[in-house]
């Protein structure tokens, strides 16, 4: 669906370079990284927005690189979703098919169908500073669908939003990328609460990308320590490692952690740490526990599981312990490539 | 003792401001009434004025002349404030300087810009000679004045119009279809039209007044403050005031619809 090949933008002091970067069709891929690390320039990049110093940019298997933005069929949405304040929702929605010289009344009719589509009918005639916030992505969704657009670009769409809101949208986003066959390339801080549902990662720091992969696999193997800090990975931890016998950072997935009273017995190889329960989250047959865990580094927040079954289970506020098995540790090298 | 200001002291707090405050109205309104009451003094004067073909045909040259500067001023200082509020380099406050130039110009110095550029030796005189156009002591010299003493009154509203409109709204809009100037007609412009509006009447409503620096250039044909300061050291001050009211009443009237117009009955919206 998307293709960068040889990317660079130099925009005097910054350069974004991006060797290779591909994304299949009705993905959902995420950008993670530290702010300045080039997040919304690599989105612009590829929008057409901001001229290239280098490389191919393919979109449906065709060479955009010299077209405009407004040829390349994709949509764009920022934080707060960018609605045109000065037009109604309708107005809205049938932008892109004015710009393609359809006339007033087939658009309407088309803008109103696409809002239909999204469950969204009713809005119309509303002015865009009335709507909610996932009556707003909506919106914004439809506008970029009734424009031929079936590549989304977000740019953080749900930073501005509170907790619950988010939670919402992000849930109504899944829905539509499912049904209507989307695909998604998403530029986020938040990456722990943006997880559910995502297919891809990638991980940029100063204009480059440092970790590449399936969304799942580098959660549970970060290839840095960088690439685990920014995709929000728990139970990131320093070690004292056997081999080559020099101080490591260490990471453990959560599925391997078990958070178990302190009465609890463990078994002689596994590795236990104790601390401090901060949560407790129920998940069906088991729970998801946060432990404070202080070390000489400062404190770690260990995340695992335990199973709601016993009278001797970890209590909020109380001493627990993290226990897992050695061989579930993986290494992080700090620089990428010596791990 | 109770720390924080007592109920009476709060309630005189409040009146000496409200007084404060409207200071500066009551010294508008009271020099208003001071004309209104002069002109009464000779009501003859005020209808012989009103049907005086000198002062009808200044009004009507003022009014012309403001609005056509203004015209300009929109044609050239929109593209112009749009540039500034998307432009971050170096030589952004040299242009934000220039601009704002003829605000703190004393306008005899406005003025002499003005007719340096545009006398028939002139550099801009030279070339607009060549197409037949003069400006000393002609209508278009009375336009180049007003529209040099406007400059920054509308470019400076506009420029703070579109600095509102977020840039993310004009991609999205590159994104859907539009080309830059599309995205600049029908999502900028729209936005900002408040400001540019309300920047457009401050600078007629300069350019209405100016004064010092259109004589520098065309004391003839008279605009209406060139009428009224040479009636005033020709024949005295009963003419003058009646000058005034008739100016004021037509130029009050103005400035009230289109103040309304530009904060009320602006309505942004595209059809569809």
Known sequence: MLLCEGLRVNTGHFLLAIDRFSIARGEHCLVIGPSGAGKSLFLRAIAGLVPLDGGA???RGTEVTHLPPESRHIGLVFQHYSLFPHLSVVENVAFGLRMRGVGTRERRHEAVAVLERLGCGALRDRRPETLSGGEQQRVAIARALAAGADLLLLDEP????????????????????????????????????????????????????????????????????????????????????????????CTVAPMHVSIVSVDRPTLPESIVLAGTVETIEP?????????????????????????????IDPVKGRTARAVFSPGAVCGLPEEDGKK | ??????????????????????????????????????????????AETALDGEVASAIGITFGAAALSVGILALLGTPLAYIMSRTR?????????????????????AGLLVYLLFMR????????????????????????????????????????????????LELVARTLGAGPASAFILVALPLAGRECLSGAVVAWGRAVGEFAAVVMIAYHPPVISTLIYTRFTQYGLADTVAIAVILLVVCGTIIIVLRRAALVLWRPDAPV
């Not at chain 1, 998801?288 to 599981?305: A, H, I």
């Not at chain 2, 409200?18 to 005020?46: C, F, K, M, W």
Request: glycine share 10%; proline share 7%.
């Open chain 2, 121 to 168: 030796s002139g550099p801009l005189g030279i070339i607009f000679g060549g197409m037949g156009l003069s400006f000393e002591d002609a209508f278009p010299g009375i336009v180049a004045a007003m529209l040099f003493v406007g400059i920054p009154y509308y470019v400076g509203a506009a420029r703070d119009g579109f600095t509102r409109v977020p840039i993310e």
């Open chain 1, 158 to 249: 749900f930073a501005a939003l509170d907790p619950t809101t988010r939670a919402i949208c992000r849930a109504e986003l899944r829905h539509f990328r499912r049904t209507l066959d989307l695909t998604v390339l998403e530029v986020t801080h938040a990456a722990d609460e943006a997880s559910a549902g995502v297919d891809h990662a990638i991980v940029l720091e100063r204009g480059e990308i440092v970790a590449d992969g399936l969304y799942a696999n580098l959660v549970n193997d970060p290839p840095s320590l960088r690439a685990a800090r920014a995709l929000c990975v728990p139970n990131v931890f320093q070690a004292t490692l056997i081999d080559p016998g020099r101080k490591g950072w």
């Open chain 1, 283 to 311: 998940l069906g047959p088991v729970r998801r526990v946060r432990l404070r865990v202080e070390g000489p580094g400062g404190p770690t927040l260990f995340v695992g599981f335990t199973h709601n079954t016993t009278e």
């Open chain 2, 1 to 46: 003792m109770a720390s924080g200001m007592s109920r009476g002291s709060i309630r005189s707090t409040g009146i000496a401001l409200i007084l404060t405050g409207n200071l500066l109205v009551v010294l508008v309104l009271l020099s208003l009434v001071t004309l209104g009451l002069r002109a009464a003094e000779d009501p003859g004067a005020l």
């Open chain 1, 57 to 59: 940019v393919y979109i």
């Open chain 2, 89 to 109: 380099n170096r030589a952004l406050p040299l242009v934000e300087a220039l601009v704002d130039l003829p605000l703190i110009l004393p306008h005899t110095i």
